[in-house]
Antibody
């Protein structure tokens, strides 16, 4: 079964750091670009970051640029998001999502999400 | 990058058709044939329903169709069923520095 499972969410104080992980299974992880998408409570979806299959190309939304770092370990079939200098507005469910090859902005497999709460 | 514009709500009776619009600019929706649509039920992860404007992933019923004209994309759900009641989000590629700009979402109610 094709699956993505996020972990690492939790409660953190403003200015703090957190590292999210996403474990992939059931497909050839190293062949796909991967993304993080977040959803604040009661709000819509927001694309956060993207990494190509070989980590050659990395992109960030302006809202997280300079604070978040995306990475992957193809040997471990894992995707990561290092989040530093966290703000209240970063509070959201964070999803990892697989991107269809050659199809931009087409996220075909999603994890169940992990909740990040930034509060003092 | 501003979010794409969707109506906050839409509704229809079982068996009817409903169309949800998604308006962007020439920098996103109008500039690329990379518009996707996602269905999200409460407490669940989003599900890809349409990609590249009008393509359906395997397993998505052909009651769901997509189109685009200029800077506006549309999702049409035909033969509405109770299980179609959900939030729907459009998404567009907007260049290499913005891999996906989403709409604000539309809550579809099946009356």
């Amino acid at each position: 079964e094709v699956q993505l499972v996020e972990s690492g969410g939790g409660l953190v104080k403003p200015g703090g750091s957190l590292r999210l992980s996403c474990a992939a299974s059931g497909f050839t992880f190293s062949s796909y670009s991967m993304n993080w998408v977040r959803q604040a409570p009661g709000k819509g979806l927001e694309w956060v970051s993207s990494i190509s299959s070989s980590s050659s190309y990395i992109y960030y939304a302006d809202s997280v640029k300079g604070r978040f770092t995306i990475s992957r370990d193809n040997a471990k079939n894992s995707l990561y998001l290092q989040m530093n200098s966290l703000r209240a507005e970063d509070t959201a469910v964070y999803y990892c999502a697989r991107e269809l090859p050659a199809a931009r902005a087409a996220f075909d497999i999603w994890g169940q999400g992990t909740m990040v709460t930034v509060s003092s | 990058q501003s979010a794409l514009t969707q109506p906050p709500s839409a509704s229809g009776s079982p068996g009817q058709s409903v169309t949800i619009s998604c308006t962007g600019t020439s920098s996103d929706v109008g500039g690329y044939n990379y518009v996707s649509w996602y269905q999200q039920h409460p407490g669940k992860a989003p599900k890809l329903m349409i990609y590249e404007v009008s393509k359906r992933p395997s397993g998505v019923p052909d009651r769901f169709s997509g189109s685009k004209s200029g800077n506006t994309a549309s999702l049409t759900v035909s033969g509405l069923q109770a299980e179609d009641e959900a939030d729907y989000y459009c998404c567009s590629y907007a260049g290499s520095n913005n891999r996906g700009v989403f709409g604000g979402g539309t809550k579809l109610t099946v009356l």
